[in-house]
């Protein structure tokens, strides 16, 4: 047989999607990707059973239908504080996976670099990866996952084409302070870097934390590439429904990108989620308090369980230290875990680049009724990891 792409022996299959078919396996509750089990808002799933009947059916504009784009275009407006033309700056695509990976072919030729903080989500590596970019590292420090200045700085004297920033991050749960997003712009206006942003937990953002857009910094709109989906907000992750937002001349190649990689996200899936993209703020009000109980909910059990962890700002994950159980391989722990606990979670080396194997990642968007008895069960963990062994 010839050779296959030399891409593909610098990643594997996604650990977060394995952790899915691993929780499955043994029946544990899984919380390890990050998809909610409870049902989208009854508006949207009324709009699918019309879609079904009325359509359509058929592709819509290769770049987002219409209606999709200006009720995106409104929405966004009102959160963003800035004006988005619907006809020539949005590109709809399948997930901000596609968004992301899109925004990363558009931008960066073979070669070229692109800052990537640490831990990251692990679809930036591989959207570099089959780029031909090569990804810097730029560590976030545990506890308060901080950057170093300097360290930032000098991933920048390396003259990268672009910085990868989640906001609010997963997998950490940090929130940004304008303070750093303010260093991070100054920092792409002096070496003249595209910043490509994931802000899909946008709407998920504990109080007193706030969302700042990146794109909403001044100067900032035409280096920004705002790439965020529906799937958090509306609870509806298998949609695939995502999209950048950005200056018309970039959206114009980014449209060029998606068209090819994927003609178009589904058509009577926009059509249905115009109505999500028409709710009131009341919604995302009622969407942050939900998910800040389930946080509390969720920290709590941790706390009864006796488990350490660093309290998330935003987001829906939890990076849990799981360093006295004597973990050296955390993939293994987690095997072990979802086996013998009987609860899923994401081992932390998955997103650090460092050398870091005791941190593992939980999700809370899960009912209050998973949670407790998730909870439950973690409070079995210290017993039984006393029989834990590698
Ligand atoms: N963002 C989710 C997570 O981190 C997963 C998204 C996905 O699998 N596409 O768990």
Known sequence: MPELSSKLINFTDSVIRRMTRISNKYGAINLSQGFPDFDPPKEIREALKVAADKGPHQYSITWGAQNFREALAEKQKRFMGIDIDPETQIAVTCGSTEAMMACVMTVCDPGDKVIVF??????????????????????????????????????????????????????????????????????????????????VYEHIVMDPYKHIYFA???????????????????????????????????????????????????APLQEAAVTGLKLPD????????????????????????????????????????????????????????????????????????????YLIRFHFAKKDETLLKAIERLKTLKEKAKFYKE
Request: with cysteine; net charge neutral.
């Open 118 to 199: 640490s831990p990251f989500y692990e679809n930036y590596a591989a959207d570099a990866i089959l780029s031909g970019a090569v990804p810097i590292y730029v560590p976030l420090n545990p506890p308060e996952f901080s950057f170093d200045k300097e360290q930032l700085e000098d991933a920048f004297k390396q003259k990268p084409k672009a910085l990868i920033l989640c906001n609010p991050s997963n997998p950490t749960g940090k929130v940004f302070t304008l303070e750093e997003l303010k260093y991070i712009a100054s920092l792409a206006e002096k070496y003249d870097t595209f910043v490509i942003t994931d802000e």
């Open 282 to 357: 009341e919604y995302y009000e009622k969407l942050k308090n939900l998910y800040t109980r389930k946080r509390d909910l969720f920290l709590k059990g941790l706390d009864e369980a006796g488990l350490k962890y660093v309290k998330p700002q935003g987001a829906y994950y939890v990076i849990v230290d799981v360093s006295e159980f004597n973990v050296k391989n955390d993939l293994k722990f987690c095997e072990w875990l979802a086996k013998e606990v009987g609860v899923g979670a994401v081992p932390g080396s998955s997103f650090f680049k460092e050398d870091i194997n």
């Open 216 to 266: 909403s910094l001044p100067g900032m709109f035409d280096r920004t590439l705002s790439c965020s989906s529906l799937s958090k907000t509306y609870s509806i992750t298998g949609w695939r429904l995502g999209y950048v937002i950005g200056n018309k001349r970039i959206i114009e190649n980014i449209r060029k990108v998606h068209d090819f990689l994927t003609v178009g996200a589904a």
